[in-house]
Each structure stands twice: as C-alpha cells, then as structure tokens.
C-alpha cells in the first residue's frame, strides 16, 4: 500500500505561483512513477505531470509545459510541483498519484493505483 498526503493549493491571482506537496508513506518499493492529476468541474480528470523516481525527468502535459515544474526528493519520499504564470483554466482539484510501474507518455488516471485526497487550486483572472 502507498499511501499519499498532499499539501498547498489555494487561491492566486492570474500570473501568480503556488507550490503542492505531496509525501507518500507506507510502502516499501524502490521504484514507481508518480505525478499529478487534476480535475475540473464537470470534466475528466487529466494528467499534468508525472516522473519516474529514479529520474529527475518529468513528463508534462503540454498545457502546463513550461509553466510547471516537477521535482522530487527521495529522501524525503516527497513529490513538488511548482507552478508559474497561473491562469484560471488551471483551476481544480489537482491530485497527487502513483504508479508501480515505468512511466511512459501514454498513462492516464485509470493506471494509477494510489491517490491522495486532493487539493483545491482557484486561479482568478
């Protein structure tokens, strides 16, 4: 079992940053890929970004591509993304999630084994 706790959201400004957290506990595997999903209301839950852990190579959506950055830190068995110029069309539910296998460009939500709860992000133009 892995388990995942989020932390950060909240509300910006359009062109503002915020930063999540998310720390995963309770497993013992060496390797997976994990990342984060988000959700808006009314639609499907998309991938934003996700990195294997033995990479410091993310894989991003090219809606946030050069605007988010993922970043983790094994030690500390802890997954960041830092994000930039936000806009209102960022704004939802973004989860944190993880996957044990190899991550590849094509995964999508229902390959994913464990979430956490969520966290909400509001974008305001």
């Known amino acids: 079992q892995v388990q995942l706790v989020e932390s950060g959201g909240g509300s910006v400004q359009a062109g503002g940053s915020l930063g999540l957290s998310c720390v995963a506990s309770g497993y013992t595997y060496s390797y997976y890929c994990w990342g984060w999903f988000r959700q808006a209301p009314g639609k499907e839950r998309e991938r934003v970004a996700v990195i294997p852990t033995d990479s410091s190579v993310a894989f991003y959506a090219s809606s946030v591509k050069g605007r988010f950055t993922l970043s983790q830190d094994n030690a500390k068995k802890t997954l960041y993304l830092q994000m930039n110029s936000l806009k209102p069309e960022d704004t939802a539910v973004y989860y944190c999630?993880?996957?044990?296998?190899?991550?590849?460009?094509?995964?999508?939500?229902?390959?994913?084994?464990?979430w956490g709860q969520g966290t909400q992000v509001t974008v305001s133009s």
């Open positions: 999630a993880a996957y044990l296998e190899h991550c590849y460009t094509g995964l999508s939500a229902s390959d994913f084994n464990y």
